[in-house]
């Protein structure tokens, strides 16, 4: 019986490490902050949309950016991170996310939404803190 709750102690330790390690930003963007971010390139928009984040992660799911969706990192360069992520319903994407500095990345993204195929690039970049109390 000791062996058993040995194991079931190991297995939660494991557990929490995988979640931990889900928290983790890419190198690529671990010098970036959240905040107000301006972002340049969405389909349909003519001007720069503002979002306020407070998880700079979302700009690698910003098709589903309203969404709850698992990542993974698929590659995590110095200034390139690869993020594949999943949303349910058959909503996913992957993203390309490069660092051109700690205010400002290129994101190069597609998958599926709603049933229907997406690719786009967007450009991004800090532009201050986001208005108190609005940040998602």
């Known amino acids: 019986m000791h062996g058993v709750k040995g194991f079931a102690v190991l ?3 494991i557990g929490l490490i995988l979640a931990l390690s889900a928290f983790q930003l890419p190198t690529a963007i671990a010098g970036s902050s959240p905040g107000l ?3 340049s390139g969405s389909p349909g928009t003519k001007t720069p949309l503002r979002e306020c984040l407070s998880d700079v992660m979302k700009l690698a799911q910003f098709e589903h950016r309203r969404k709850n969706c698992t990542r993974n990192i ?8 690869i993020i594949h992520y999943s949303c349910g319903s058959g909503d996913f994407g ?3 996310l490069t660092m051109i500095t ?3 990345m ?3 993204t597609q998958g599926i939404s709603e049933q ?3 690719n786009y690039v ?4 800090r532009v201050g803190e986001c208005p108190s109390a609005s940040a998602h």
């Open 106 to 108: 290129r994101i190069e």
């Open 122 to 125: 967007l450009q991004a970049r």
């Open 102 to 104: 700690p205010r400002s």
């Open 94 to 96: 992957e993203s390309r």
């Open 11 to 13: 297995g939660v330790g």
């Open 37 to 39: 971010w301006e972002i």
């Open 116 to 118: 229907l195929p997406f």
């Open 74 to 81: 698929i590659s995590n360069g110095a200034n390139t991170a």
